[in-house]
């Protein structure tokens, strides 16, 4: 017998769980991989587009783990209800604190020491790319996917729950929202992208907007590519680049810009 290791040495972590039985043929966990959980009422919704192009390659290769939470499974009675109506009264629904509770101790017996429990909620703080770029500093995140009415704020006081909004408008649920957040995260994970470069140029890397993209043909419809471009002068196309984030950035996003400004100042 040899006693050489198999190519899945040392990469798997196995532990007791308390997960119901349906929730226990998920894939073991993979230790050094950024570990990604998301408690929703469709599982079925992942991994969705992350498991395509770049963050589905990074997938596969371990570099991230996804695990979907089905809320469902912890639901009350017969039928599973996860949701009651509004203390108060009031439209719509409103996901019970007793089930979603059940579903956040479950997850946190995955969930590594530092890795976020965050609420995608309208009314949280908005997601940028600073965010992103914490959470992908981190172990893993816990995503909770909201629907109906929102989360009793019992759940959210009780668990120090963080809520973070994608806009100023709402979604049928958080799913698409999870998605995003994710998205944006995992790109910025060692490895995922093939030229970490890209990741210092683009939008909101320091604070402005990103410059014109062009490419060729070197003529389209009458338009030409502007000259610096195919200068081969770096100091002057490095120049243009940066004047041309600032000119969209203060157009477009003036708070950016005053933001921007203030750093430059301070």
């Known amino acids: ?68 939470i089905p809320l469902r499974e912890f639901g009350e009675g017969k039928h599973r209800n996860v949701d009651d109506t509004p203390a108060g009264g009031g439209a719509g629904m409103v996901l019970r604190p007793d089930v979603m509770g059940r579903a956040i101790d479950v997850a946190a017996q995955s969930a590594r020491p530092g890795a976020p429990l965050i609420y995608l909620s309208p009314r949280g703080r908005p997601f940028t790319q600073e ?57 910025l994970l060692p490895g995922v992208l093939g030229n970490a470069a890209s990741t210092e140029e683009e939008s909101f890397s320091d604070g402005l907007l990103e410059h014109p993209q062009y490419t060729r043909p070197a003529e389209w419809e009458g338009r030409g590519i502007p000259e610096v471009l195919t200068s081969g002068n770096h100091g002057k196309i490095a120049d243009w680049r940066r004047a041309m984030s600032e000119e969209i950035t203060k157009a477009r996003r003036p708070d950016l810009w005053e933001a921007y400004q203030a750093r430059l100042k301070g």
């Open 1 to 68: 017998m040899s006693d050489t290791p198999s190519r899945s040495h040392g990469r798997k972590s196995i532990r007791p769980t308390l997960k119901p039985r349906s929730l226990m043929d998920t894939p073991e966990e993979l230790v050094n991989a950024w570990q990604a959980q998301v408690i929703t009422l469709f599982p079925e919704a992942f991994p969705g587009i992350l498991g395509h192009s770049l963050t589905g390659k990074a997938l596969q290769e371990g570099k991230w783990q996804l695990t979907p």
């Open 131 to 187: 965010m992103a770029q914490d959470l992908a500093q981190r172990p893993g995140v816990t995503l909770i996917c909201g629907r109906f009415e929102g989360l009793d704020q019992r759940v959210i006081d009780h668990y120090q729950i963080a809520e973070v909004s994608l806009g100023d408008f709402v979604l049928t649920g958080g799913e698409i929202a999870a998605q995003a957040l994710l998205d944006a995260t995992v790109r």
